[in-house]
């Protein structure tokens, strides 16, 4: 089941402009991680925020979670057109489970 | 980064042939693989969970017998679809985990595009 909800479902942004996008989930995590999905090809992992972290920074990326309200952000600062791609939230549960559940996702277009 | 080659990218087939997904874990070894189903502009569904050397755990609704999945070495994994049929048509992804880097993080194969005609 998809435990993830993205939101905006998608955006479109000039370059040089942040792009944030936002998560949801519903159970108690482990951690979550943020992916990212060019057209038609895998997934990249961008970066992983633990439980007990607030706030992690990775080159332009900025990812912040709030356990409290089951949410997290992925912030996206100065884009460019290279970060056109889908982005998907997901979770790992509690209860040692390997597995990962994946948000809907959101596809961010950067217009040059 | 970790990296998996999946194989093939693309396939298109007749209904009712069974078509078969490689996953590889090239420069690591995988005890666990992850295969996903994506349907267009969707997000990824997990299908089954890998295991070398034992049978896969498949996900609630996923049949077993049509998915079959095995996972013979630690560096490889295939799935077949069984007699397949145009609503199988969708876009497959597999994952490995390396036991060697961060536990948690996911790789991925580029994904195989299965169209049946």
Not at chain 1, 23 to 39: E, F
Not at chain 2, 89 to 116: E, H, M, W
């Amino acid at each position: 089941s998809q435990q993830g909800e993205e939101d905006p479902q998608a955006l479109s942004i000039q370059e040089g402009e942040n792009a944030t996008m936002n998560c949801s989930y519903k159970t108690s995590i482990n951690n979550l991680q943020w992916y990212r999905q060019n057209s038609g090809r895998g997934l990249v992992h961008l970066i992983l925020i633990r439980s007990n972290e607030r706030e992690k920074h990775s080159g332009r990326l900025r990812v912040t979670l709030d356990t409290s309200k089951k949410s997290s952000s992925l912030l996206i600062t100065a884009s460019r057109a290279a970060d056109t791609a889908s982005y998907f939230c997901a979770t790992e549960t509690q209860g040692g489970s390997e597995k990962l559940v994946f948000g809907k996702g959101t596809k961010l277009t950067v217009n040059p | 980064g970790a990296v998996v080659s999946q194989h093939p990218s693309r396939v298109i087939c007749k209904s009712g042939t069974s078509v078969k997904i490689e996953c590889r874990s090239l420069d690591f070894q995988a005890t666990t693989m992850f295969w996903y189903r994506q349907f267009p502009k969707q997000s990824l569904m997990l299908m089954a969970t890998s295991n070398e050397g034992s049978k896969a755990t498949y996900e609630q609704g996923v049949e077993k017998d049509k998915f079959l999945i095995n996972h013979a070495s630690l560096t490889l994994s295939t799935l077949t679809v069984t007699s397949a049929h145009p609503e199988d048509s969708s876009f497959y992804i597999c994952s490995a985990r390396d036991p060697g880097r961060t536990k948690n993080i996911q790789y991925f194969g580029a994904g195989t595009r299965l169209s049946v005609l």
